[in-house]
């Protein structure tokens, strides 16, 4: 059983590291402004983290069955001898960092991706008020001057 849980410690390490590997590619791609590319990374970084979080859930059901009221694999490693426990620790530890490095990098490709977008944003706003007509007191399309049609207040007059 012990060796089941180290396998899928394993298969979740290896997976991390692909993950790793998929952010780094799809950030290369963000700094080369290759749009088409990051959402096909992006569809296989989404498949990635779903077999993944599929794999968590079978460690979980596997400890369930096996050790029946523990749930996590620290409970498990106290009840085994010192090497089992500490192979399960080393596992947990290599786990975790190749967590963690996996979310740095993603918070860097967040930044990079909200940085793009800020940037294309107010890129739109400085074309559209290029284009956009200012002052409407200047020539109308006729080549005249086109009359203001402020909203000032004014007195009406007529006939009541």
Not at 30 to 39: K, M, W
Not at 83 to 112: F, K, P, S, V, W
Request: net charge negative; proline share 2%.
């Amino acid at each position: 059983m012990i060796e089941s849980i180290q396998e899928n410690l394993t298969r979740q390490i290896r997976a991390l590291e692909l993950l790793s590997s998929l952010l780094e590619e799809e950030f290369a791609d963000l700094r080369e402004r290759r749009p088409h590319d990051v959402s096909v990374l992006e569809l296989s970084i989404q498949e990635l983290m779903r077999q993944i979080a599929v794999e968590r859930r079978s460690l979980r059901a596997l400890i369930e069955a096996a050790y029946p009221g523990m749930r996590r694999v620290r409970e498990v490693a106290q009840t085994l001898d010192d090497a089992g426990a500490q192979t399960l620790a080393e596992l947990l530890q290599t786990l975790d960092r190749t967590e963690q490095a996996c979310a740095a990098q993603a918070d860097m490709n967040r930044q990079l991706a909200m940085g793009l977008y800020d940037q294309s944003l107010n890129l739109l706003k400085n074309l559209h008020q290029a284009i956009d007509p200012g002052k409407t007191d200047m020539y109308s399309r006729r080549g005249r001057v086109a009359k203001s049609y402020n909203a000032q207040p004014s007195v009406f007059r007529g006939g009541v």
